[in-house]
C-alpha cells in the first residue's frame, strides 16, 4: 500500500526544474514565509520548487520528574519519514507525505488510553503503570489548482495507530483518525485571495485491557472523569469493563486571507469542533460519558522585503473549550442497560495567545523571538473539584545558514524560559547539514538537542535524522 502511494506520486508528470538540489533544500528551509499550513488551496502559491524528501529519524525525550505521568518520563522511538511536492504545471501541484514510528513510552502512569489530549477527561487508567510499545501509520495527500482568479484544492490523512503493554496490566488500544479537507479561494484585490475551508474528521479508538496472571488482578482499573474523579461503577477488574472504544465526528470551517507573493498582509481563523461519545462494547455498546471538544484559532502577522532584509511579524490565539457529560444507566433488570439522561459534570478552558517576529538577513543570518501566555482551567460539578494554571514562554533563537558550491550548512542555537505550570530555563542547539552529489540528489544530516532545567532536574529532547532530497 506504501509502494503504491508513493508511484502514484512519483511517476505524475511533473514541470522540469534546473535548480540544485541543495538550492531548493536552502529555500525550502527559510524560515521567513507566507502560511500555507492548513490550506488545500494556495500551496500551490508556495515558492518551493518540486522536490522529495526521504529520511529516516530516531526521537528521545527523558525526564527526571515527568511534567505530564499520563505521557510517561521518556521516549524512544524511530521513524521514516518521505514527503513530496509534485508541479505538475504552474497551476497544477500534488502534494504527499508517508511516515512510519516505532516507539516506546516509558514509565507511563495513570493513563491506559492512547492520545490522551484527544479523549480527556474519559482515560482508562491502572494502578501500575509502565512502559507502553507503540507503532503508527500516517499517510496524507493533496491536489491544488488554480483557474483563472479562482483557487481550490483537496486534502486527506489518516493515522493508524496501535499501543500496548508488554506485561501486565496489558492494554490494547487501535486508533482510527482520518481527516480531509477541501477549500476554495479568489482573487478579490490584486496580490490577495480569500479562502473558505471545510473540514470532516472521524475518529475511533478501540481499547482492551488483559491480565495474563491472576495475581496482575491485584492492581485496579479506572474510568476516570476528570480532576480525580472516577465511574466507579465500572471500577475493577471485570473483563466486561475493560473493553471500551471510543468513537467521535469533526467538523471544522475557517476563512484565510493570504498574498499571492511572499508579502503583505495574511490572517486566517478557524472554527473546530469533536464529538467523541465514550461507549461499553460488552454491554449492549451503551453509551457512558461524551466530551465536546471546541478550538477557535486566529492569526495575523505581515511579512515585508526592504533590500537584504526579510522579516515577518505576527500573532496567533487558540481557544479550547471542553464539555463533559456523564450517562445515568439502570440497573440492567431487562438484560441490557439503558441510558437513563446525561448530566454536564465537567468543563475546562485553555487560552494561548502568541506574539512573534522572525527575521532573515542577506538570506544567511536568521533570528526570531516569540513569546507566549497561556491558561488552563478545569471544572468538575459534583464533588466539586476545580484547577487553574497560567504561564508565560519565551524562546529566541538564532540561525546561520551557509549555501556554498556542493554544501547547504545551518546551525542554530535556542534559549528560553517557561512557566507552565512549573519554572524552567532552556537551552538547545541544532545542525543541518547537506552536500549534493549529483545535480538533483543530496544527502544530509540533521540533529537537534534541548534541555529544560527544571527544579527536580533536567528534561532532554533530542532527535537526529539522515535522509536524502531529491
Do not use: C
Amino acid at each position: 500500500m506504501i509502494h503504491e502511494f508513493l508511484l502514484s506520486l512519483l511517476l505524475l508528470p511533473a514541470v522540469p526544474d534546473s535548480l540544485p538540489a541543495v538550492q531548493k533544500s536552502a529555500d525550502r528551509t527559510r524560515p521567513v514565509r507566507v502560511t500555507e499550513e492548513g490550506s488545500a488551496a494556495l500551496y500551490l502559491m508556495g515558492p518551493d520548487a518540486g522536490f522529495t524528501q526521504a529520511g529516516a529519524s530516531w526521537i528521545g525525550r527523558s525526564e527526571t520528574t515527568p511534567l505530564l505521568q499520563e505521557e510517561g518520563k521518556g521516549l524512544q522511538e524511530g521513524q521514516v519519514n518521505i514527503r513530496t511536492l509534485v508541479r505538475l504545471d504552474s497551476l497544477k501541484a500534488v502534494r504527499g507525505s508517508v511516515r512510519y514510528t516505532n516507539g516506546i513510552k516509558r514509565e507511563v502512569n495513570w493513563n491506559s488510553s492512547s492520545d490522551y489530549f484527544v479523549v480527556y477527561p474519559y482515560v482508562i487508567a491502572d494502578t501500575l503503570g509502565g512502559n507502553v510499545n507503540k507503532e503508527e501509520y500516517y499517510f496524507s495527500g493533496g491536489y491544488s489548482a488554480r483557474y483563472g482568479r479562482f483557487h481550490w484544492g483537496a486534502e486527506g490523512a489518516y493515522r493508524a495507530l496501535h499501543e500496548y503493554r508488554m506485561v501486565d496490566p496489558r492494554p490494547r488500544n487501535i486508533v482510527s483518525d482520518l481527516q480531509v479537507k477541501a477549500s476554495a479561494g479568489w482573487r478579490l484585490v490584486p496580490g490577495y485571495v480569500l479562502e473558505a475551508t471545510a473540514g470532516y474528521r472521524r475518529y475511533s479508538q478501540n481499547q482492551s485491557m488483559a491480565f495474563i496472571s491472576q495475581r496482575g488482578k491485584n492492581s485496579a482499573v479506572f474510568h476516570l472523569t476528570g480532576l480525580g474523579n472516577h465511574f466507579a461503577r465500572f471500577s475493577g477488574t471485570t473483563d466486561t469493563y475493560m473493553n471500551t472504544r471510543y468513537a467521535g465526528n469533526g467538523v471544522s470551517i475557517g476563512l484565510a486571507w493570504s498574498p499571492v507573493r511572499q508579502k503583505g498582509w495574511e490572517a486566517g481563523v478557524e472554527y473546530s469542533l469533536l464529538d467523541l461519545v465514550h461507549f461499553l462494547p460488552n454491554l449492549n455498546q451503551v453509551p457512558y460519558t461524551e466530551a465536546y471538544t471546541r478550538n477557535v484559532r486566529a492569526r495575523g502577522a505581515y511579512v515585508s522585503r526592504a533590500g537584504d532584509l526579510v522579516w515577518k511579524a505576527g500573532a496567533r490565539l487558540q481557544y479550547e473549550w471542553r464539555q463533559g457529560l456523564e450517562s445515568v444507566l439502570d440497573n440492567g433488570s431487562s438484560g441490557y442497560l439503558k441510558e437513563l439522561g446525561r448530566f454536564l459534570m465537567f468543563s475546562s478552558e485553555y487560552l494561548s495567545a502568541e506574539v512573534y517576529g522572525l527575521f532573515e538577513w542577506k538570506r544567511q543570518w536568521t533570528a526570531q523571538a516569540r513569546v507566549q501566555y497561556g491558561s488552563f482551567g478545569a471544572l468538575y460539578a459534583y464533588p466539586a473539584r476545580s484547577q487553574a494554571f497560567s504561564g508565560l514562554n519565551v524562546h529566541l533563537e538564532a540561525a546561520y545558514r551557509l549555501q556554498k558550491g556542493y554544501w547547504f550548512v545551518s546551525p542554530a542555537l535556542q534559549a528560553g524560559w517557561y512557566r507552565f505550570p512549573v519554572s524552567a530555563w532552556k537551552a538547545g542547539a541544532s545542525l543541518h547539514a547537506e552536500r549534493q552529489l549529483t545535480r538533483h540528489l543530496s544527502l544530509y544530516l540533521q540533529g537537534s538537542a534541548q534541555a529544560f532545567f527544571l527544579p527536580d532536574g533536567p528534561s532532554w529532547l533530542h532527535n537526529i535524522t539522515l535522509g536524502i532530497n531529491f
